[in-house]
Structure formats: C-alpha cells, structure tokens
C-alpha cells in the first residue's frame, strides 16, 4: 500500500498569514493527489485535485503543487474559516489512502 | 447541484449487519465512479471502497474484504455498502463521495457496533 505522510500534524498560525502543508508518497503517484478540508463535525471538502487543479468554488488562496511523491497545499491570507484540519489522498493505486491530517489552528 | 445523501446507519451488535445507501442527485449518476470513507470518532479519515460508474469494477480496502459489499444501481442514483460481520472497530461515520478524487460528499451515516 502506498503511506502517505503529511507534515506538519499540526501547526499554529495567524490571521492574514500564509501556511505551507506538505503531503509525502512512499511510492511515486504521478499527479494523483487531493486535498480536502474538514471542520469539526461536518463532512470534507474538496480543494484540490490532479495535485494542483482548484475544485469549482474553492477560492483562489488555496494552491497546490507536486508531482510524484512530493506535494504541497499552501494556503494564503488565512481568515478564521480557514483553520481547520487538511488531509491529501492519493487516488493513483487501490487501495486508496489518506495522509493522517494537518490541524491548522490559530495563534 | 450535487447531492449526496447517506443512510442506514445506526446501532449494530458485534457480528451483525447494515446496508448503508447514499442517495444522489443534480448530476448524472451513471457517468461518474463512487466511492465510500469513513471517520472513526476523533480519527482521520479512510478509505473503504470503490465502485465504478458501470459496476464492472470494485475495489476494497484490506480491513473490509469479504466483509463489505459496494453496489450501485444507476436506475435509482443510488450508491449502497454492505456491510457483514461488523466489529467494534468499524464504528465510524461513513461518507459516500463522488469520483475517485472526492469532489463532492455527503454528510455521513454513523455506524456504532457495540454489544
């Protein structure tokens, strides 16, 4: 199966700030990544997808990069809806896996 | 708009069974792959399985084989999860979710099995 490790599991940031969360493969997945974000209590949303293409209605302050087992989703002038938890998935080799999750929370 | 709606969850003992289904609308049902994730309580998320948009292929993560059953039925938009011989662990709300990348989500069925 392919390990997907995302770091940090958790970090603090302020509003108007800009965070960098990555996403490593154990394997090389080509650009078959997303990521998602969830709020407590409610269900993950899309963001990304294809490693770096923006889900309709996702605004433009999320961006992600990567190809083969190295990706990043950088998240841009952060606004209190903002923090919350961040998984990527790898969807190049059954079984699919999720990364453990990044908490983002605020300073 | 999408929408995916989930049901069937509930309170299971160790060893017995649900079928959860997941209603779709505002798209084409039958053009698109489905899979289900779930969350056990205060955990990530995990994938379970897949099912492609004309059934002829499935996919299941290790912990679940021959244990669950993926099925869809295009007629109906409806995407379903067998699930058998449930265990503890399986406790964990289940999201059904559109496309192998995720795009769209439902809001979840909780299953607790517990004696």
């Known amino acids: 199966d392919i390990q997907m490790t995302q770091s940090p599991s958790s970090l603090s940031a302020s509003v108007g700030g800009r965070v960098t969360i990555t996403c490593r493969a154990s394997?090389?997945?080509?650009?078959?990544l997303a990521w998602f974000q969830q709020k407590p209590g409610k269900a993950p949303k899309s963001l990304i997808y294809a490693a770096s293409s923006l889900q309709s209605g996702v605004p433009s302050k999320f961006s992600g990069s990567g190809s083969g087992t190295d990706f990043t989703l950088t998240i841009s002038t952060l606004q209190p809806e903002d923090f919350a938890t961040y998984y990527c998935?790898?969807?190049?080799?059954?079984?699919?896996?999720f990364g453990q999750g990044t908490k983002l929370e605020i300073k | 708009e999408v929408q995916l709606v989930e049901s069937g969850g509930g309170l299971v003992q160790p060893g017995g069974s649900l079928r959860l289904s997941c209603a779709a609308s505002g798209f084409t049902f039958s053009s698109y792959s489905m899979s289900w994730v779930r969350q056990a309580p205060g955990k990530g998320l995990e994938w379970v399985s897949y099912?492609?948009?004309?059934?002829?292929?499935?996919s299941y993560a290790d912990f679940v084989k021959g244990r669950f059953t993926i099925s869809r039925d295009n007629a109906k938009n409806s995407l379903y999860l067998q699930l058998n011989s449930l265990r503890v662990e399986d406790t964990a709300v289940y999201y059904c979710a559109r496309t192998v990348a995720g795009h769209d989500w439902g809001q979840g069925t909780l299953v607790t099995v517990s004696s």
């Open positions: 394997q090389g997945i080509d650009n078959y």
């Open positions: 099912i492609s948009s004309d059934s002829t292929s499935t």
């Open positions: 998935q790898q969807y190049k080799t059954f079984p699919y896996t």
